[in-house]
């Protein structure tokens, strides 16, 4: 039962543009979201989160979009880089769970030249 | 500042044989965890621990036992390795459970 859902497994965007990279959850009880860059053989890193009180969160060219309602959030990158090509994974927490995050299963973004 | 360190990068394991892969920090992290990955699949976490000498299962923790004696190490044991423990694993720490710092991870092949 896979709790965060991340549909697309690949995304390929021209520079310049924006990536719209898309997450759905399952668990009411998740309190405070996160997305996490990984490029190969290294391991995942921070990148933005979102409280589940905010509907926005902005750092630089990295947006994050939360709808409650729908269970659903959203990061949007723009302009979108080359050296932003990486798998994305969407996470989620729940409030009071010793901190455990369930992550979903990536997304392949690809920025081309 | 190394952050998330975990050792050995890769290796091989023969069915049954058993090992443990190493996992220390320098961040004075509380929070500690394990996490595997599958080609195509998120990381699901085998298991965490809140602080030295307080340890819990996570989603998957059949197959692997972890201590944690000092705030700094988190050892991972794999005993009777199978060839499902094939996969890369990843050690983290929090410090107040907002973010993750990760290691490089340990890719294990059994066979």
């Known amino acids: 039962d896979q709790q965060v859902k991340q549909n697309s497994p690949s995304l390929s965007v021209q520079e310049g543009r924006i990536s719209i990279l898309n997450c759905d959850y399952t668990?009411?009880?998740?309190?405070?979201f996160l997305w996490y860059k990984k490029y190969p053989a290294e391991g995942p890193t921070f990148l933005i989160s979102i409280s589940s009180i905010k509907d926005k969160n902005e750092d630089g060219r990295f947006t994050v979009f939360l709808n409650k309602s729908a269970k659903h959030l959203s990061l949007h990158i723009v302009p979108s880089q080359p050296g932003d090509s990486a798998v994305y994974f969407c996470?989620?927490?729940?409030?009071?769970?010793?901190?455990?995050?369930?992550f979903g299963s990536g997304t392949q973004l690809t920025v081309l030249p | 500042n190394a952050g998330v360190t975990q050792t050995p990068k890769f290796r091989i394991l023969k069915i049954g044989q058993s090992m443990t892969l190493q996992c220390t920090q320098d961040m004075n992290h509380n929070y500690m965890y394990w996490y595997r990955q599958d080609p195509g699949m998120g990381l699901k976490l085998i298991y965490y621990s809140v602080g030295a000498g307080i340890t819990d299962k996570g989603e998957v923790p059949n197959g692997y036992n972890v201590s944690r004696s000092t705030t700094e190490d988190f050892p991972l044991r794999l005993e009777l390795a199978a060839p499902s423990q094939t996969s890369v694993y990843f050690c983290?720490?929090?410090?107040?459970?907002?973010?993750?710092?990760f290691g490089e991870g340990s890719r294990l092949t059994v066979l």
């Open positions: 668990n009411s009880m998740f309190d405070y």
């Open positions: 983290a720490s929090s410090q107040h459970g907002r973010e993750l710092f």
């Open positions: 996470a989620a927490r729940v409030s009071g769970s010793a901190r455990q995050l369930t």
